[in-house]
Structures are given as C-alpha cells and as structure tokens.
C-alpha cells in the first residue's frame, strides 16, 4: 500500500502543475467590475460548489457534509456519507453493520456518539448506540449533516459524549416534482428510489418517497462469502405548512423494513465450543414527528415537537421490540440587545420487550422508562461581532442512573474577520444501557480439558449498579479563510474519562455434575479511567473556480490508566487522512476521487482482541448531464484492494472483509 | 499492486484528458462573483431618504452568509456608489441592523426571514436575496440564476414601503414584482 501512496504524489503533482496554467477569462473581478448592469445580466453564469462554512461562528468542532457533497462521492448509505468528516471513526464491519464513533471508542456498539434525524433521537437504549442499519433517508432529500466532535451534551442531552450527528432533511418547498434513482452493479446490486413533491395549498407543500435497495454480501477474513447481503425498503413523507405569517407545522414519517442476512459466531455449551451459522434477520420500524414552531420576532420563538418511533428486530442473539415517544419543547428569545437564551424542557418515555434468545436472556423482559430534561443556554455578546461567551447546562433525571448534570462553558473570538478562535470545556455522561442493567449474554465457552478442568462458560451479568460513564472536554479551536481560496479548521482536544465501563469476572463458579460446565460471570463496572487527546485539521483548497481539494487529517492518542483497559476498550486509530478531489472538468461533468487512509488499530471483542491492519481505500465518480435533468454516474468503491478488512465486531460476527465495488447510477428529475 | 497502478494511471490520464474539455469553462463566470458585482451596481442605482445616514458617511453594506459569500463581497470593499464609499460589514448576528443601508442575506431559514423583514419593513434598509422566495417573504431585490443568467426581480411594493428610491434605469431591467407581503 505504501508504495501506492508514493506512486501517486508526483503524478497528481503533475496534474496540479499542469491545470494551474490554464487561464480563465474572468478571472480578475476587476473585468467584471467594468461591465454594465445589462451586461451582467447577460453573461453566462455557473455555480460552483464550494465549499462553505456556514456555521464559521460557532463555538464548536463542527463539519457540515452537504448534500452536493453526498451526491459527488456517490454515497449510498449515511455511514458512507460521513467518511467525508474528519475526526469521524467510520468502519464496516460487513455489508450491513458499521462502528462509527468520533474520537476513539468504536465498536458496533458504540456508545459515545449521538444520532438525530431531523430532530428525531436514533439512538438506542438498548445498548446506548445506534442500530446504523435501521438509520437511512432518501439521500438525495438530505439538505445537509451536521457533524459534531466533541460533548454535545448541553443542547442534546446525554450520550452526546464524543460527538453528535445531525441529519438534516430538506423542507418540502425545495423538493418539488418528481425524482427518479435507479442504479445497480457488483456490491450495490440494484437500487432504486422515487420521490414526488407538489403543493397542498398555498401555504402548505409536501413531499412522499418510496426507497429500496439489495446489497451484495462479502468474504470471510477466512475465506468464502460472508453471506451478509442485505435489502431493504423504506418509505415516507414529510408535509411543511406556513399556516399563519407566524407558525410552521412540520409533519414527517418514514417506515422500513429489512432483511439482513449474517454469519454469526456463537459459543455453545459442548464441543467443539463454537457454532457458526447464517441467518436471516428481519427487522421493522418506523417514526411520526410533529414539529410547530411559533414566531414572534426575528429574535424569539419557540418550536414544540412529538414525536412516536419504533422498531423490532428478531435475530437469534436479541428479539427486540421498542418504542419511544419523546416530546421537546424549546424556547429561543433575546434579553437586553446582548443575551441570546434559548431553554428547553423534553420528556422521553420508552417500552420495551425481549424474548429469550439463544445465548441471551434479558431481565425483566420488558420495562418502561422515562426520561425528564431541561436545559438552558445563554450567548453573552461581550463585544459586539468580537467575543461572545455560551454558558448552559443540561439537567436530567432517567431510570438508569439517576440525575446527572451536563454544563458546558464557550468562548468565542473573531479578532478578524478572517480569523476565528474558540474554547470550550465541557462535561457530558454515557447513561448506562439496558443490557447493562438487565441481559444474561453467554459471551464464550473455554474448552474442557479432560480429564480436571470442565467447560467454563463466560457469561456477561447485568448489574443495576452500572453508573454512568463520565468525561471533561477541554477543546481549543482555530478557523480561517485568510488565504485566498483555502480554508482551515483546526480543533486541538483533551477529553478526561472517569467510570469507563470494564468487565469483572467472578470466581469460577464450580459445577453441581461431573459434566457440567464451570461458570464465570462477567458484571459491567465503572472503574476504568483514562484519556484521549489530539487534534483535527479539515482544510479546504479552491484551487480553481473548478476544481476543489478537501484534506483532512486527524491524530488521536488513548492512553487508558488500567492495564486491562486496552484489551477491553480497544485502541481507535492514531491517524486518520482523507483527500478528496472534485473537478468539473466541462459544465456537464463532475469528476470526483477520494482517499482515506486508516491507521492500524485495535478492536476489543469477546474471541480476544484483533490488530486491524493500516488501509488505503479510494473511491471515485464520474457523473454526466447529457440534458438538463438527466445525470448518469458511475462509481468504483474500495477501488485500491479485491478487498480489505476494517473492523471486528465486539461479539458473534464473523469477521468479514469489504470488497471493492462498482455501481452505475441514473438520475431523473422531472 | 499492478490494478493499483493500472488504477492510478487510468486516473491520472482521465483527469488530463478531461482538463483538455476545459474550455467552455473559461466563457462563464462564476456565480457569487457576479451576486456581488450586481449588488454593488443595484446600490448605486438607488437613493436613500436624508436621514437614512450624513453625508460623509461611508455606505454601509452588510452581509449575512457563510465565508464564500463573505469572500465574494471583499471585491466591492471600498468601492464608489455615488460619492459614497462602500464599506462592508460581514454579520455574524443578526444584529444590530440599523447601521446597515444594504442587507444582503443568503440562505436564512424561512422561519427567520419573514420575522425579520417584517421588522425592517418601513426602514430604509435595501434588502437584497437570493430568490423569488425571498421576495414573497417581503424582500425587495431578487437575483437568481435561470436558465444559465442572473435574473433581476425586483418588489415594488416593498421599496416604496422604505421610501427608497430605485432608478428607473435599473427597473427597467429588472423583472417586477408588486408583492404586498402576505399578511395585513
């Protein structure tokens, strides 16, 4: 691989090199400033996709992936549309499973990193993540993601410990007509969308979809196919109504549902210990949300949304079935010409219900649990487009751990137009999670070995006494735009952890027959500690009106205070470097390429941990407008490798190695 | 290794290739480029009330929107616009407004626009957007881009409301629309 990476400098130096020469006619302003009204209406214009920071003034790591960027990757799923963030951990663990997380602490269950679609919490209670696989919108409707390192937790609530993830949809005005994706190739086997929006009344306009996919499976680490292809379908709408000159109604809902098919790695009691099976997994859910928002002045209202959401999942490990409804009241207004307050009070309630699984048993079977928060945020205008300072705090109360508090301090500087400095320190929590609290999990069996030692079986036992886990956040950040076409964002950070979860093992408990098995049980406790600190570059060049670089780099150091903490928690990986490439060679044609390069790192599971060797992946676009609503895209994914490993799952997966992939795309707007 | 390289020089060569097409390019202008220039000559095609600001003072055109916005309008810093002197102001609040003779506003969600023109109403404050949308809002000036050019659109009503005065050589040009705001 690193001899790929060196090939490569010259011959895109090259290319640099060689369209830096190339002129444009306009391309001091000066000529432009000379011409008249009429002529300025007359010259012919484009747009360039540049890269904007729109949210430049806040106080906070914040990378917005928007929805030109989405579409000029050729992303077909969300977890592939946030490889385009620096600092973010996105890795596949198989064509339907990814461990995303921001600074460190990955795994398919990761637990740090919190989701909202459209305001809408995709974030489990069941094991305090997120199900990636159930999480999808029609990608070509997305306005934008915000992506958000560090502790969130002030405005989100907790869980927002590393990170938070914002999908954002459009408004229903600005999808009007219809809007046809049909595509397919090796790993995206075939795919297919149709979206029409059209006006209600004067005031009100709406917007339905119908979305479904079927994604080839991979291969085993080991050899063979993986059989992990997948397929789904997903549907929804969402209507926007300005019904006075005051309020807006927003109503949105989706559904799916999924089959998933996986290679799963069970223990089991006799020899020879291990059980691998394919099976079928079929999952279904959806959500309604209602959001009215009133108001009064261009610096006061307030916005009251509901919303209902629910899944199942019915799989050997967990049977599952949860449903959540969550009501969110915030309130924005302006005190004294220099106090910005926004404050907020939210209720979640959550049912669930488990079935036994084969290796699982959760106790109670099913539990009801609520959720109170209210949280108030002040930006103090200490000089008037200079120095602001954000002081806020989250208060909530939930069944798992009790009251927790989640402050945040924020100072921002613009000592220059062109210049921007923050600082924040801030603490956030990780609430304990059902399994936590209430699972059975046999994890793995250590072989007899006769004739004295029996079978041990290793099993995870819920412990009601699992705290929360806790971090300090100290971040320093620096933005700028003072070259001409390049821009940069630098965010350097200290995360403190205290109360990390680690596994104790009981005693072996001996067995009551000679053939029995011996037993260890494993209870989550608070007693790791330790921290994680480094920095993120995301610099953006505009090289020329088209062609644009993006680089990002990210460097993360874990240092864990226990021995043990390692082999539990994993080691994200050191460095990260993303460059992507995007060039409109002719009106018509976008020309797009992507690099990432992933350091090695360790994930921790219960089959012991595994050294996930450093990759270089890439993927590339290319799109066509032959007419003004047509575009064809082809695109290569995973192109440097047949296929290439990026993560073990923390228990039962088999692991699964990501194939390269090619897929050809049409898009019809009418 | 050897797809790997046949990979990379496949690439290398389509990207020299494409460059090679590149000429159509050079033709156009680039949008924001010409949103700047254009606000700079709208300015100069309008006359503001007496008290609206003294006489020597400089034209003060602020600006909301992200850094590519900012960056497009530092071309016009400085600038004439009959006897005054521009000066932009790029706006990180929406604050403030009162010192502001032109405001430009890029992308604002609709549930802050409408507020905030209503506010600015009977103030002689140009405002200048970036669709018919913002119009319907009560915006007065309008530059989008149809079919390829920058159309002008300009809200009779909303000027008249601020007793500022356009030209009529730039009306002339413009599209017009007489768009009472929606609510009385």
Known sequence: MNHSKIRLKPLLMSSVVYFAFIPTAYSGQDELMELSVEDLLNVEVISVAKKAKSLNDSPAAIFVITQDDIKRIGATSVPEALRLAPGLDVARIDSNKWAITARGFNGRFANKLLVLIDGRNAYTRAFSGVYWENQDVMLEDVERIEVIRGPGATMWGANAVNGVINIITKHSADTQGGLLVAGGGTEEQGFGAFRYGGKINADTTARAYVKGFKRDENTLKIGGEAGDDWDKVQGGFRMDSQFTAQDSLTVQGDAYRSEINQNSTFPQFSAPYIKNFNETIDTFGGNLLARHNHTFSSTSDYSLQVYYDFYQRDEAFIKESRHVIDIDFQHRFSLLGWNDIVWGAAYRYNHDNFQTGTITEINPSSRNDQLFSTFMQDELTLIDDTLWLTLGSKFEYNDYSGFEAQPTARLMWAPHQQHRLWGAVSRAVRTPSRLEHNATILQKTIPAQPPFIPAINAIFTGNEQFDSEEVISYELGYRTTFIDNVSIDITAFYNKYKKLRTGVDSQPILPTTPTGAAKVLITSENRLSGQTYGFEIAAVWQMLDWWRWDANYSLLKTEYDQQVASDQLGLSPQQRVSLRSAILPWENIELDVLFRYVDTNTAASAFGTAVIKDYVSMDIRLAWQPIKDIELSLVGQNLLAKKHFEYRQEMLATDTEIDRGMYGKLTWHF | ?184
């Open chain 2, 1 to 184: 290794m050897l797809t790997t390289k046949k990979t990379l020089s496949l690439i290398a060569f389509l990207l020299l290739f494409l460059s090679g097409l590149n000429q159509a390019w050079s033709r156009s202008v680039e949008k924001q480029t010409v949103l700047a220039v254009l606000t700079l000559n709208i300015a100069r095609f309008t006359s503001w009330p007496e008290p609206a600001f003294n006489a020597e003072a400089p034209l003060n055109l602020c600006v909301f929107g992200d850094n590519i916005v900012q960056q497009s309008f530092e071309a016009i810093d400085n600038k004439k616009a009959n006897n005054k002197t521009i000066h932009i102001i790029n706006l990180s609040r929406l604050r403030n407004l009162d010192r502001c003779q032109l405001l430009y506003l890029s992308k604002l969600d609709r549930s802050r626009l409408k507020p905030l023109l209503m506010e600015l109403k009977t103030r002689p404050v140009l405002t200048v957007g970036e669709n018919m949308e913002f119009l319907k809002a009560g915006g007065m000036v309008g530059l989008e881009k149809i079919n390829g050019k920058m159309q002008l659109s300009i809200n009779l009503h909303a000027v008249k409301q601020s007793k500022l005065v356009i030209s009529s050589r730039l009306l002339k040009l413009a599209n017009i629309v007489d768009l009472p705001a929606r609510v009385h």
